[in-house]
């Protein structure tokens, strides 16, 4: 069945650091992917989205990179700044599966 | 204010008892899903319902039932047969669901404790 998933439980970097989150997924049918942001303890917001006809798309200060051949996705946050710590997933929508996430801590 | 609404926040019930969590949304959106949230996992799919008077069972449907009523509210019962209900509840909307690729929206979420 489809399944995504996180490399990594969590990451730690410094403020002003660019962040690099990574997700991969297991059905080459897949085609929409969304990154969600999770605060403790509140529901997650959307981030970012994109489509399997796209390799990267970009928003304000990140970046999701598409790579079909190898079935990986990765977030990446631009200067990052204390309030971006959070858990960060990825998610399969046309199949309405999430991964574990990565928790995300920057120190300033 | 356009949105998702979870209620209660925390929510306390004795192990055999049933309990509702409640979802509505104000977005005219379509559809409606209900996610349970454990550590270390990722979003598991309970339900979900593409329209009113309609809902399917996701991945971990045993346990727990659902209504559709109403297009904005899509209220979630955690049933006594739950083997382990104690988690964190979200409840999602999106315009449409299956062929549309379609935001979903999440509510803050109810953290049910069962004793």
């Known amino acids: 069945g489809e399944s995504v998933g996180l490399h990594l439980p969590t990451l730690s970097v410094q403020e002003g650091d660019n962040s690099i989150i990574n997700c991969a997924y297991s059905?080459?049918?897949?085609?929409?992917f969304i990154w969600y942001k999770q605060e403790s303890g509140k529901g997650p917001q959307f981030i970012i989205d994109?489509?399997?006809?796209?390799d990267k798309r970009q928003g304000q200060r990140v970046t999701v990179l598409l790579n079909k051949t190898v079935k990986h996705l990765s977030l990446q946050i631009a200067a990052t700044q204390p309030g971006d710590s959070a858990v960060y997933f990825c998610g399969n929508f046309q199949k309405l599966v999430f991964g574990t996430g990565t928790r995300l801590l920057v120190s300033p | 204010d356009g949105g998702i609404t979870q209620s209660p926040k925390y929510l306390f019930r004795k192990e055999g008892q049933n309990v509702t969590l409640s979802c509505e949304q104000n977005?005219?959106?379509?559809?409606m899903y209900w996610y349970r949230q454990d550590p270390g996992q990722g979003l598991r799919l309970i339900y979900y319902s593409q329209i009113v008077n309609d809902f399917q069972k996701g991945d971990i449907a045993e346990g727990y039932s659902v209504s559709r009523e109403k297009k904005e509210s899509f209220p979630l019962t955690v049933t006594s047969a739950q083997k382990n209900p104690t988690a964190f509840y979200l409840c999602?909307?999106?315009?449409?669901?299956?062929?549309?690729?379609?935001?979903?929206?999440f509510g803050p979420g109810t953290r049910l404790t069962v004793t």
């Open positions: 059905n080459s049918a897949s085609d929409y």
């Open positions: 994109i489509r399997s006809n796209m």
């Open positions: 999602a909307s999106s315009i449409g669901v299956d062929g549309g690729i379609y935001e979903q929206y």
């Open positions: 977005l005219n959106h379509d559809a």
